[in-house]
C-alpha cells in the first residue's frame, strides 16, 4: 500500500473517531434535556398532589362518614320495594298490551 492511500486511511479513521465523539456528544445532551424535563414534570406532579391531599382526605373522610350512617336494613327494604314496584309495573304494561293486541286482533286468542 502506498503512503497517499494509507493517509487517506488514516485520516478516514481520524474523521470517524471525531464523528463518533461529536454524535455522542449529542446524544448525551438530548438525554441530559430528557432528564431535565423529567425532573421538572415530576416536580410539578408532586406539588399538584400535594396540592389535591387534602381535598382527597377529606372525600374519603366524607364518604367513610356517608357509609357509616346508612341504615343497611332500611336499605335493603328500600332496594326490595323498588324492585316490587318495578316488577308490578312491568305487569300492568304487558296487561294493557295483551289487551290491546286483543281489541285490534279479537279473532286470535
Known amino acids: 500500500m502506498n503512503r497517499a492511500n494509507e493517509r487517506v486511511l488514516v ?7 471525531i ?6 456528544y449529542a446524544a448525551l445532551k438530548k438525554l441530559e434535556r430528557i ?6 414534570m415530576d416536580a410539578r406532579l408532586e406539588h399538584a ?8 382526605h377529606a372525600a374519603v373522610e366524607k364518604g367513610v362518614q356517608a357509609l357509616n350512617e346508612v341504615d343497611a336494613k332500611e336499605l335493603g327494604k328500600s332496594a326490595t320495594n323498588g324492585a316490587k314496584q318495578i316488577g308490578a ?3 300492568e304494561r304487558a296487561l294493557e298490551l ?6 285490534d286482533n279479537p279473532d286470535q286468542e
Open 49 to 56: 398532589m400535594d396540592a389535591a391531599a387534602p381535598v382527597g
Open 19 to 24: 464523528l463518533m465523539g461529536v454524535s455522542c
Open 11 to 17: 485520516f478516514s479513521a481520524i474523521a470517524l473517531v
Open 35 to 40: 432528564a431535565q424535563v423529567t425532573e421538572r
Open 89 to 91: 309495573a312491568a305487569k
Open 98 to 103: 295483551m289487551k290491546r293486541t286483543k281489541k
